[in-house]
């Protein structure tokens, strides 16, 4: 495996590459793209309206006239040529479709039989306890139901999800179905490590506190709604304890992250998401790193980056971001004054109706620690709602 002394540096061959990035929301990776010099088309549930100038942004209800789903995703891709294609959430949980999206076109990402590995609960549990990581227990349809003294504490998951929509705490007595599993509940707070891996090794990114169904930005529940990038001077020797695992079990490629609660016992990984997250974006705007072209080194070159473990300490101001979801249905406005504000991304399109619950759009900032920070961000989530109320 090769390494890269500069972070981010693409090779000059890559240069030009038609790419077709595909998932949920796109509009963070293809910017990115673009601003490491590859042409790029994207497809998702919105196309927002926020676009870096050179993206070919689409969006399978306008364009297409249909919603998004791993099948239309697939339909779509057929019509738009390229020579690569990366995908994103929720499509890790749809092996079959990145097979159908990579018969014609170069796959920068990890590969079918790779997710099913991955994204399998169990197999990830014992990848981790084969290397002494502690791991909260899982428990699957076809295995013993926790005894009556133990029930208090799991977590009720689908196989197939995202963002932490359908995650709930688990009701004594209740079955577990094949598409479900229970994950032992563990104290501490949620984060995730943010990685790149090539053969069978990894580069940790950094390190984020994860924002779960905070009401301050209209979540609920188990909900993921933001991050905010430490400075995780104690925690970096988990988390790339963590990065090796993954990397070296599973033979990842790419970027991708690891979702973690941060406990009196560590680190203790619950999820890999084998693409790139919503937390990468931070690292680009703290650390000044191209995202993407750290991405493609990995996937074409097998090429990470070098760096120390200083690497990962915030410097200067802390970073975070929050999605901002509707409190009640509402009709968007004029959302030109949001195209002028660097805080405010993924903004939606005149006249879109936004269900309750549904992202309206994403906002950032930066403070001198987490907190202010974290108080800086709940002040623009506040404005938006003021203004689409």
């Given at each position: 495996?090769?390494?890269?002394?500069?972070?981010?540096?693409?090779?000059?061959?890559?240069?030009?590459?038609?790419?077709?990035?595909?998932?949920?929301?796109?509009?963070?990776?293809?910017?990115?793209?673009?601003?490491?010099?590859?042409?790029?088309?994207?497809?998702?549930?919105?196309?927002?309206?926020?676009?870096?100038?050179?993206?070919?942004?689409?969006?399978?209800?306008?364009?297409?006239?249909?919603?998004?789903?791993?099948?239309?995703?697939?339909?779509?891709?057929?019509?738009?040529?390229?020579?690569?294609?990366?995908?994103?959430?929720?499509?890790?949980?749809?092996?079959?479709?990145?097979?159908?999206?990579?018969?014609?076109?170069?796959?920068?990402?990890?590969?079918?039989?790779?997710?099913?590995?991955?994204?399998?609960?169990?197999?990830?549990?014992?990848a981790f306890t084969k290397r002494?990581?502690?791991?909260?227990?899982?428990?699957?349809?076809?295995?013993?139901?926790?005894?009556?003294?133990?029930?208090?504490?799991?977590?009720?998951?689908?196989?197939?999800?995202?963002?932490?929509?359908?995650?709930?705490?688990?009701?004594?007595?209740?079955?577990?179905?094949?598409?479900?599993?229970?994950?032992?509940?563990?104290?501490?707070?949620?984060?995730?490590?943010?990685?790149?891996?090539?053969?069978?090794?990894?580069?940790?990114?950094?390190?984020?506190?994860?924002?779960?169904?905070?009401?301050?930005?209209?979540?609920?529940?188990?909900?993921?709604?933001?991050?905010?990038?430490?400075?995780?001077?104690?925690?970096?020797?988990?988390?790339?304890?963590?990065?090796?695992?993954?990397?070296?079990?599973?033979?990842?490629?790419?970027?991708?992250?690891?979702?973690?609660?941060?406990?009196?016992?560590?680190?203790?990984?619950?999820?890999?998401?084998?693409?790139?997250?919503?937390?990468?974006?931070?690292?680009?705007?703290?650390?000044?790193?191209?995202?993407?072209?750290?991405?493609?080194?990995?996937?074409?070159?097998?090429?990470?980056?070098?760096?120390?473990?200083?690497?990962?300490?915030?410097?200067?101001?802390?970073?975070g971001k929050a999605i901002v979801?509707?409190?009640?249905?509402?009709?968007?406005?004029?959302?030109?004054?949001?195209?002028?504000?660097p805080d405010v991304r993924d903004?939606?399109?005149?006249?879109?109706?936004?269900?309750?619950?549904?992202?309206?759009?994403?906002?950032?900032?930066?403070?001198?620690?987490?907190?202010?920070?974290?108080?800086?961000?709940?002040?623009?989530?506040?404005?938006?709602?003021?203004?689409?109320?």
């Amino acid at each position: 495996m090769n390494t890269n002394p500069e972070p981010g540096t693409r090779n000059r061959e890559l240069k030009g590459r038609r790419i077709l990035i595909v998932g949920v929301s796109t509009r963070a990776v293809a910017d990115s793209a673009a601003r490491a010099g590859f042409d790029v088309t994207a497809l998702d549930a919105y196309a927002d309206l926020d676009q870096h100038p050179s993206v070919r942004a689409l969006s399978l209800p306008r364009d297409f006239g249909t919603t998004f789903s791993p099948e239309a995703v697939v339909n779509a891709a057929r019509e738009l040529p390229s020579d690569a294609v990366v995908y994103l959430s929720s499509l890790e949980n749809h092996p079959r479709a990145v097979d159908a999206l990579t018969t014609e076109r170069a796959l920068w990402g990890n590969r079918s039989d790779v997710l099913r590995r991955v994204r399998d609960p169990r197999a990830l549990a014992a990848a981790f306890t084969k290397r002494s990581i502690r791991v909260p227990r899982v428990i699957t349809s076809d295995e013993t139901m926790p005894r009556p003294s133990e029930v208090e504490r799991w977590m009720f998951k689908p196989r197939v999800s995202g963002g932490g929509q359908g995650v709930r705490l688990w009701q004594p007595g209740e079955a577990v179905t094949r598409g479900h599993y229970l994950q032992e509940f563990v104290e501490g707070t949620p984060g995730s490590v943010i990685f790149v891996a090539a053969g069978s090794r990894g580069a940790t990114l950094g390190v984020t506190r994860q924002l779960v169904g905070d009401d301050a930005f209209g979540a609920s529940g188990f909900r993921y709604c933001g991050n905010i990038l430490t400075e995780p001077e104690d925690l970096v020797p988990d988390a790339v304890a963590l990065v090796d695992a993954v990397a070296a079990e599973f033979s990842l490629v790419g970027v991708g992250s690891i979702d973690m609660i941060a406990s009196e016992h560590g680190l203790l990984p619950v999820e890999v998401n084998p693409r790139w997250s919503a937390s990468m974006e931070l690292v680009e705007r703290a650390r000044g790193m191209s995202m993407f072209a750290i991405h493609a080194d990995a996937c074409v070159k097998g090429e990470l980056p070098v760096f120390g473990d200083s690497a990962l300490l915030a410097k200067g101001k802390t970073h975070g971001k929050a999605i901002v979801f509707a409190r009640q249905d509402v009709v968007i406005g004029d959302p030109r004054p949001w195209l002028e504000d660097p805080d405010v991304r993924d903004v939606p399109h005149a006249g879109d109706r936004i269900e309750a619950g549904q992202p309206i759009c994403t906002v950032f900032a930066a403070g001198a620690d987490e907190a202010s920070c974290y108080a800086r961000l709940v002040e623009h989530a506040s404005r938006i709602y003021g203004e689409v109320a």
